[in-house]
């Protein structure tokens, strides 16, 4: 079945740090790719999402590209700030004949240091 | 959270009560979905629906949990009898037709003492 698996957290950094939360993906079909976020108390909401190969999702300042060669849809911000402390969630979309299913990753906990 | 509505926000409960939680999508939706989330399991899909129907419950843990949607505008996930370690965050989310991302309400916090 379809799978994403995301890198380990947590991830400290350091304001205004390079950014980079590495996701892969298994999948039987052609997924749409998204990557959530959740800050302390709240629901998840979409941070960017792509839906095909070779499409680069951002918002925020944050950038993924769906890469279907390596089935990878890595998280990165050039620079990051305390407000980007969150979990964030890499997850896929695929279509089935009975409807649509998500999958998420684990989460990986970001925080950012003043 | 494009307006989905969990009810309630917070829940304490006794061991051994029923806990019966509430979701109430917005329109336009044709996947539902209910998620429980601790620090220990993460994010966890329990159950979902697509058009009213349940098409996989395999994520639910025990048959004390259970989950209905009897109509397009409303789904509960009830819990008979609570345990403590059903204490976690439930989220339900749904999928909306012509889109492909998952919109998510605020969560239940449920705690169960």
């Known amino acids: 079945g379809d799978s994403v698996t995301q890198m380990e957290g947590p991830v400290t950094l350091s304001e205004e740090a390079f950014l980079t939360i590495n996701c892969t993906y298994t999948a039987t079909g052609y997924p749409s790719l998204f990557w959530y976020v959740q800050y302390p108390g709240e629901g998840l909401q979409l941070l960017l999402k792509a839906t095909k190969a070779d499409d680069k999702g951002s918002n925020k300042g944050f950038e993924a590209t769906y890469r279907k060669e390596t089935t990878s849809f890595h998280l990165e911000k050039g620079s990051v700030q305390v407000s980007d402390s969150a979990v964030y969630f890499c997850?896929?979309?695929?279509?089935?004949?009975?409807?649509?299913?998500?999958?998420f990753g684990p989460g990986t906990r970001l925080s950012v240091l003043p | 959270d494009a307006g989905v509505i969990q009810s309630p926000r917070h829940e304490v409960t006794e061991m051994g009560q029923e806990v019966t939680l509430r979701c109430k999508p917005i329109?336009?939706?044709?996947?539902l979905f209910w998620y429980r989330q601790t620090m220990m399991r993460g994010l966890e899909l329990l159950i979902y629906?697509?058009?009213?129907?349940?098409?996989?419950d395999s994520g639910m843990p025990e048959d004390r949990f259970s989950a209905k949607m009897p109509n397009a505008s409303f789904s509960t996930l009830k819990i008979q009898p609570s345990e403590p370690r059903d204490s976690a965050v439930y989220f339900c989310?749904?999928?909306?037709?012509?889109?492909?991302?998952?919109?998510f309400g605020q969560g239940t916090r449920l705690t169960v003492v």
């Open positions: 329109s336009g939706h044709n996947s």
């Open positions: 629906f697509n058009n009213n129907v349940p098409i996989d």
């Open positions: 989310a749904f999928g909306v037709r012509g889109s492909t991302e998952a919109f």
């Open positions: 997850a896929l979309s695929d279509r089935y004949n009975y409807g649509q299913n998500f999958v």
